[in-house]
């Protein structure tokens, strides 16, 4: 029987989204993976082409009955000032009514699915560094849930690329520019490996039905 694998971005930039995809395609290396890659909807600008990079819309939104039937979720969204952008944090909020939801010992609709994170970070108006920060508040929401947190799994790779963390897949540099998203190889390498590892898991923890 499969497992379902939802990869969430927020971004007004395509690079954020290549990343996703790059994250679902190791996903996907894991037999009985079903892998679907979702946005998070805009609460101001909604759908407005005009305001976003070409792709950034072309995935579909995430509703919350996707989400309940996901066994692993891996949300991405850029860095702002050493935070998490605005419209991720709207939407995880959104999220906090499930920690109480259902009756007696289901209480925690989110309990037991597997959560990993990716951000982006750099850029004028949107601070430098503050990464880890970064993916340790997606963690906490996590943990919130009584989610299994997963990130970078060890890799001779964390020695080349730029901001390598265990703690998720960080792309960086500037992403105000409208410009071809681009990730370099070793940041490809390592969101692969993120998709591939978190699938790993989700997959050994839906084959024992813990939870």
Partial sequence: MGFQVAVVY????????TTANVIAEGARKVPGAEVTVWRVRDPVKGDDHAEFDEGVLDAPVIGLQDLLQADAVVLGAPGRQGGMCGEMRLFLDSLAHLQVAGKGPSIGMLKGKVGAAFTSVGGHGRGFGGHEAILQSFHATFLQHGMVVVG??????MEDACMAS???VVMAGKETARSPPALDEHEVKLAFSLGEWVAQVAKLLHDSEVG
């Fill in 166 to 168: 265990p703690f998720g």
């Fill in 10 to 17: 927020f971004s007004l930039r395509g690079r954020l989204v």
């Fill in 152 to 157: 970078n799994p060890p890799s001779p790779i």
